[in-house]
């Protein structure tokens, strides 16, 4: 099955492959729930198979819900030919080279487990030590490492004298000398995997007296499952959401009650739209994980938490009793994954929901999820403001620059320019080798001779260089020509399988394409691209960054749409904050000053805009989402991206301001401006206004005076400018 990768999760494969080179025995992989760590891993393996003889990975798995064999079927979906074995094949079998093992870490240590007697304990012990005479190297995955930090999983790993150890884990613990690749969670959630906020207890009473927490939260989760059911339908998506229920571990009353709250409504086991997953209960469990599969809710224990992979789990009900448990952010991280992978542009789609009167499990869930999780109720725009209307501009969506075939025609325009190649491929033939590339048919490695005294750059620099020729052998060559090929795309963030055409179709012989620049047999290719990989980076590199071959390429067209303000949204705020006044020139009613997620600069302009008796209204515009005012602008390598200004605000003189608010000034001056498309985007702003006959600028904080500055003609990095006028001078 091909599949996709996001950008960061390229990132992430390159980032293992070169950590496996470091001297460093450990290897931290931190990523959140829902960053796709099983697609990184199992590509990974695969890379590294390529290139790296006599290699054996383990992967040890935590205890519950069979993940083993999870992680090892999805390893035979994403990668064809792999070869992977469970603890009975490798009882059988053996190890091999090439093998990826999944092992339930539980059933090699457990005392009283029936998977390995004593006996067969030695047998496994014996493989290991056959394997390892015969010259194979164990690599080391240990999945949710915060689980399997234990005497006894540390002395299975030492079974297998393995040089490197990669831990997973979205909260691992600190590992001294450890090579520690962080994916970061706003990469994560760019790319549309998992939800873009939490939303705790949603539209609850602001003081709550109630006799039946069941009741009270379920009725909640029910009436939300409905609304996205409905708004999935609306969209012709076939996605039934699922409500997780989770109680507390032993807590029979509150199953029983909760059993019977849904009994009431409809929802029973009999007619499959409830589910149960304890450890001595199991029912309607078969294909949950569907997007459309009939179950609306699923009663679980803490037990459940890791592994468990049902991306249409949006709504978490935490029921709590007397005894506070554990916070688990495994927990949270159930209801977080995408149905389709994909952002909706909806922000009732794109969050997900918790409901529990449990304070401190709400605490913890803040703390650390930060500004990720939220408190919210939903609010609805004044009258007065639904006649607004503004034109919004949206990009054509095309997949842009890392489309296969746009950057084979990239590449081949670099070469172009660069060696001014033709379509006479011998003599491109020339060129190239003129410019420093490299047609023997050997493998050829350089090495220096000759005697020393000092051991630095200029007097190493001097020695003799020797080339040592190798005669090409396609099974081990091979594989070093995958890894070079790997290598190339990585730095551009393309994958293997893309590489690899560009490659052939631009060098290969037999293989037809308009963009050819030689006619090599595959023999020739494997040494073609071993010998000249640093070559081939540079120019795939440069080719990539090129502004001009970027801009050259057709730019599709803006569309365009008349939008107003939204009737309704889901309004996120910070229930811990101290002030919670209402901002009454909001064009919503019941906005809050202590309104998240915003920066500093953007609470400063909302408390100016409520002070001011200049300004009669202000909207708090999106940041992503067809619902909301956007500017298209081009970024230097030719790529459209979306402006999403800050504010839309109404002054007492009938005019309408486009507002974009940035970091400040220090006292001294210096920008504290971390957006380096500013001067880009004012001057898009700009344009768009003018066009609009509308009024705007940018707004930024001098902190010498603590006053708000606009910029509002032409754009300087410089305060003491006369291109920034105090805020309150012009409106």
């Known amino acids: 099955m091909d599949i996709a990768l996001a950008n960061f999760q390229l990132k992430a494969i390159a980032d293992l492959i070169t950590a496996m080179e470091k001297p460093n025995r450990d290897i931290i992989l931190k990523s959140c729930t829902g960053s796709g760590k099983t697609i990184i891993l199992t590509h990974f393996m695969d890379e590294y198979f390529k290139s790296n003889y006599k290699s054996v990975f383990v992967w040890l798995t935590p205890g519950k819900g069979n993940l083993e064999e999870q992680s090892k079927e999805k390893m035979d979906r994403y990668i064809y030919g792999s070869k992977t074995k469970l603890l009975s094949d490798i009882m059988t079998f053996g190890f091999e080279e090439n093998d990826a093992c999944f092992f339930n870490w539980e059933k090699l240590t457990k005392k009283g487990n029936n998977a390995l007697k004593e006996s067969e304990r030695t047998n496994f012990i014996e493989h290991i030590r056959n394997a390892l005479d015969n010259g194979l190297k164990f690599k080391i995955i240990v999945d949710e490492s915060h689980q399997n930090d234990t005497i006894k999983a540390d002395d299975i ?31 994560v959630i760019a790319e549309g995997l998992i939800k873009k906020l939490l939303i705790i207890n949603e539209n609850f009473e602001q003081h709550i007296s109630i006799d039946d927490q069941i ?26 959401p699922l409500i997780i229920v989770q109680i507390p571990n032993k807590s029979d009353a509150l199953l029983e009650r909760t059993e019977k709250y849904f009994e009431n409504k409809g929802i029973t086991y009999e007619n499959n739209t409830l589910a149960v997953w304890l450890s001595n209960k199991k029912q309607n469990l078969e294909d949950i994980e569907d997007s459309n599969a009939r179950p609306i809710a699923v009663i679980i224990k803490q037990a459940v938490a890791t592994g468990w992979d049902c991306p249409r789990a949006q709504i978490l009900v935490k029921l709590r009793d007397n005894m506070s448990e554990v916070f688990e952010i495994q927990t949270i991280g159930r209801i977080r994954r995408m149905p389709e992978a ?24 803040k703390l650390s999820l ?16 639904r006649s607004i209307i503004l034109i919004s501009e949206y990009k054509t969506d095309v997949p842009y620059p890392r489309d296969g075939k746009l950057s084979l025609k990239v590449i081949y325009k670099h070469f172009e320019k660069k060696y001014h190649i033709e379509r006479d491929t011998s003599k491109n033939k ?24 000092t051991l630095s750059k200029e007097t190493i620099a001097e020695l003799n260089n020797i080339s040592i020729h190798e005669p090409l052998n396609t099974h081990k060559h091979g594989k070093e020509y995958h890894h070079c090929v790997a290598e190339i795309g990585y730095k551009v963030n393309l994958d293997y399988n893309s590489m690899n055409t560009i490659i052939r179709k631009l060098f290969l012989h037999g293989l037809r394409c308009e963009s050819k620049i030689l006619k090599i047999e595959t023999r020739e290719l494997y040494a073609f691209v071993i010998n000249n990989k640093y070559l ?6 440069q080719a990539m960054a090129d502004e001009t071959l970027q801009l050259s390429m057709a730019i599709p067209k803006i569309s365009e749409k008349p939008i107003g303000f939204p009737f309704e949204m889901i309004f996120t705020y910070d229930g811990t904050a101290k002030s919670q006044a209402e901002l009454t020139k909001n064009v919503y009613k019941g906005y809050l000053s202590s309104a998240e997620k915003r920066s500093t600069p953007e609470k400063l302009f909302e408390r100016y805009c409520e002070s001011s008796s200049h300004i009669q209204w202000f909207y708090k515009n999106g940041d992503k989402g067809i619902e909301y005012l956007s500017i298209v602008y081009v970024d230097n390598f030719g790529k459209q991206k979306s402006f999403y200004p800050d504010y839309i605000v109404g002054a007492d003189d009938g005019s309408i301001w486009i507002i974009e608010t940035k970091g400040g000034f220090t006292k001294t001056g210096n920008s504290e401006d971390i957006d380096k498309y500013t001067a880009k985007k004012f001057e898009v702003l700009k344009k768009y206004i003018d066009k609009y006959h509308l009024l705007g600028g940018i707004v930024r904080q001098d902190k010498q005076s603590s006053e708000l500055c606009i910029c509002t003609k032409t754009y300087s990095d410089d305060i003491k400018s006369d291109n920034w006028k105090l805020l309150s001078d012009v409106f």
């Open 430 to 453: 020339a060129t190239l080798t003129s410019h420093g590339y490299s047609f023997s048919k050997d493998i050829v490695d350089f090495t220096k001779s000759g005697a020393v005294s």
């Open 536 to 541: 081939l980076v540079e120019d795939v590199r």
């Open 215 to 240: 009741t009270y939260l379920l009725d909640k989760a029910i009436a939300k499952q409905r609304e996205l059911r409905a708004e999935y339908l609306n969209r012709k998506a076939q996605i039934n």
């Open 370 to 385: 930060g500004k990720g999780a939220l408190d919210a109720y939903k609010v609805f725009l004044k009258p007065e403001y």
């Open 342 to 365: 994909r952002h909706y542009e909806s922000d009732l789609l794109d969050s997900c929901y918790l409901y529990t009167l449990d304070e401190k499990f709400t605490e913890s869930v």
């Open 157 to 187: 790993i030492e079974l297998f004298h393995s040089d490197k150890i990669i831990r997973c884990s979205a909260t691992p613990k600190n590992y001294k000398n450890a090579t520690l690749i962080d994916i970061p969670e706003e990469d």
